[in-house]
């Protein structure tokens, strides 16, 4: 689906994107039109990134460190801004009630062809953390070695997807874990912003406040969602909200590997085309 943006004030930054919203356990991704924040906000974390020369092309930029500083509430956050000034973003995370922390999130940046590449993903966890950490360390990096990922973005990201699902399950073949995770990703190529999702986290962009959805959650009792499992021998079933076999909330995910002839890893992609030296279409 194809949406044209008029966004005039942001150049070539990532602005008004709005966030890509894990809403059940208040993970977000906020790619903001500036840093206009908190001071502690703006103190936890300001990372420049080089897109000079020296830099290879293609070479992958993973602009979140390592490990982060949790206050005593589970909240952590914080920010990074591009060398040029051009881009910038913030993030927050929260584990909830949940006794460990089961999601993730990643940001990367590189050069390819003389175009800068931005991805943001939000990795929502169920039964573990394994699936959210494996989308995390391979999902971008997997996208960035795709042939055509630069002139066939689209087919790229859904192709990876794909194949990035198959190699976890894979990785956890002798294991007893059957973890899974949601995907809700938005890639920046030039004025291009893909934005893919599986599962039921949420993308939104916010264009003069006006908040429009770039997602749809994926739920067993959604239409077409419950035909294509009934259609694959599953069963939709309310068991105090509607699950696929009784079991999972959400009709697409990573992992889940015991209902995974149901539960697949096929994104919904939406684009996003600016014309941004001209202000918009």
Same mark, same amino acid.
């Given at each position: ?25 208040? +993970? ?6 500036? +840093?206009?924040l ?20 293609g070479? *992958?930029?993973?602009?979140? @460190? ?18 040029d ?20 999130y ?28 494996? +989308? ?10 795709? @042939? ?43 004025n291009?912003?893909? *934005? ?15 908040a429009? @959805? ?5 739920? @067993? ?17 309310w ?24 539960? *697949?890893?096929?994104?919904?992609i939406?684009?996003?085309?600016w ?7």
């Amino acid at each position: 689906m194809l949406c044209n943006a008029s966004l005039r004030s942001i150049g070539v930054r990532v602005g008004n994107i709005g966030q890509i919203r894990d809403f059940g356990r208040n +993970l977000n991704l906020q790619l903001r039109n500036s +840093l206009s924040l908190s001071r502690d906000f703006r103190s936890t974390l300001r990372m420049m990134v080089d897109n000079g020369s020296n830099s290879e092309p293609g070479a *992958v930029v993973d602009v979140l @460190p390592e490990k982060e500083k949790v206050d005593d509430g589970g909240y952590v956050n914080g920010g990074l801004k591009s060398e040029d000034g051009r881009l910038s973003c913030g993030y927050s995370s929260f584990r909830g009630k949940r006794a460990t922390m089961e999601d993730c999130y990643d940001v990367k940046m590189s050069k390819i062809d003389g175009q800068t590449v931005c991805m943001f993903g939000i990795f929502d966890g169920h039964g573990g953390s394994r699936a959210a950490e494996y +989308l995390k360390e391979h999902l971008f990096e997997n996208l960035l070695k795709h @042939p055509q990922f630069m002139t066939d973005t689209k087919s790229a990201i859904s192709e990876i997807y794909k194949k990035t699902d198959m190699d976890f399950l894979d990785s956890e073949r002798n294991t007893y874990r059957d973890d899974g995770s949601t995907a809700s990703t938005a890639v920046l190529v030039g004025n291009q912003l893909y *934005v893919a999702n599986v599962g039921d986290s949420r993308a939104v962009i916010s264009k003069e406040g006006l908040a429009i @959805p770039l997602s749809d959650d994926h739920k @067993p009792n959604r239409t077409d969602e419950r035909k294509r499992i009934e259609s694959a021998g599953g069963v939709v079933m309310w068991a105090g909200t509607w699950r696929v076999g009784g079991v999972l909330a959400m009709s697409r995910a990573f992992g889940n590997r015991l209902l995974k002839q149901f539960v *697949v890893a096929e994104p919904e992609i939406q684009l996003c085309s600016w014309n941004l030296d001209s202000g918009g279409k």
